[in-house]
């Protein structure tokens, strides 16, 4: 049975395996084979792999290191399918984006300076630069990670995630139809959207569309939960609107991501939101999303915008999720524009994974 290793690490609010490229060439498989086998799909339990069995922890991070001088590592994000034999490529996960600087770092892979170590990291799926900052004082990671974040239970390291113009990486703009607002039309309803490409495409509904305004920000999950199968016929709409499919029964299940946006009822945040993954309420949010709805909120005339703090901090947007409150960071003193937010990450466990032979195909 043929061995591969593989590094498992929480990265922000999610968890994945990480692979080295050359080691899943070593298998002879490519990565639309090896994946599924490893992680034990197509079974929603993923019992005969290593796959969490959901959105969030049935990810993949592919890494090498690069040859270019301006970048250190390459890196391709894969969502394995649960109950498909699938895996989609469409998207970036800015969760698991942290766990490839943290690689970088503690396999040596660049060289750690005395107070902040930057990895620049490249990621393939959206041809997006994200610098990542990971404090290391004395030029070491400390001993014991100290940082939290919402959402998480143990402390990670700290690892900051800037990414780098990030507007139009997928599909050419920030706002892909050129309108900041427009109606989709679903079974024939309408639905008021913003359609946004930053990070990762968006669709962003306002609270109201889906009868949240009047709800508690912490019921809103349990409220969406019997609304799901509506409101992905919306995002594949959107997909089909902004261009990424031809119908709406070809979008990807990845992305377009959907996200609902209204405003903070409460002190200490400046929106509400709650974000879909894969079909299913994100428990917290995507980096990715976060820095659509971050762009979003600060382009006059979209949901977001319409309903942020007036007296938002245009540097800082304050972002109330199901796990609690996520900041993210506009800075634009520089030379290029950088959206991002600070997540942690934490390594689990190194292993040997043994690879299955291939499922029969009468069992899928």
């Known amino acids: 049975m043929a061995e591969v290793t593989g590094t498992w690490i929480r990265g922000g609010t999610s968890k994945c395996w990480v692979f080295e490229t050359e080691d899943i060439e070593a298998t002879g498989l490519t990565p639309d084979e090896f994946l599924p086998r490893i992680y034990g799909s197509p079974d929603h339990r993923q019992l005969d ?119 139009g990486k997928t599909l050419g703009a920030l706002l892909p139809t050129g309108r900041t607002r427009e109606d989709l039309s679903v079974a024939g309803t309408s639905w008021p959207v913003t359609l946004v490409d930053a990070g990762a495409p968006a669709v962003i509904l306002p609270a109201e569309a889906v009868g949240l305004v009047k709800i508690p920000h912490e019921d809103w999950t349990d409220a969406v939960r019997a609304r799901l199968a509506e409101l992905d016929q919306v995002r594949r709409a959107g997909a089909v609107a902004m261009g990424m499919a031809t119908t709406a029964g070809e979008a990807e299940r990845a992305v377009p991501k959907l996200g609902i946006v209204g405003p903070s009822r409460t002190d200490g945040a400046d929106l509400e939101v709650l974000m879909l993954s894969m079909g299913h309420p994100h428990p917290a949010m995507p980096i990715t999303g976060s820095v659509a709805m971050t762009m979003a909120s600060f382009t006059a005339g979209t949901w977001p915008a319409e309903f942020a703090d007036a007296d938002a901090d245009p540097q800082n947007l304050r972002l109330r999720t199901p796990a609690g409150v996520i900041a993210t960071f506009a800075d634009d003193s520089g030379p290029q524009l950088i959206v991002g937010a600070d997540r942690t990450a934490r390594t689990l466990a190194s292993a040997r994974l043994h690879l299955p032979a291939p499922v029969p195909m009468t069992a899928v």
């Open 49 to 167: 792999g290593v796959g969490g069995a959901t959105s969030t922890t049935s990810k993949a991070m592919l890494l090498s290191r690069s040859e270019e001088p301006d970048i250190d590592v390459v890196y391709t994000f894969a969502q394995v399918g649960i109950d498909e034999l699938k895996v989609d490529w469409g998207s970036n996960c800015g969760n698991c984006s942290s766990t490839a600087g943290l690689y970088a770092v503690e396999q040596g892979w660049v060289e750690l300076a005395q107070d902040m170590t930057y990895v620049r990291t490249y990621n393939t799926n959206t041809g997006q630069l994200i610098v990542q900052r990971i404090p290391t004082p004395g030029g070491a990671l400390p001993e014991s990670p100290t940082a939290m974040i919402p959402g998480t239970l143990y402390p990670g390291y700290e690892v900051g995630l800037g990414f780098v113009e990030p507007s």
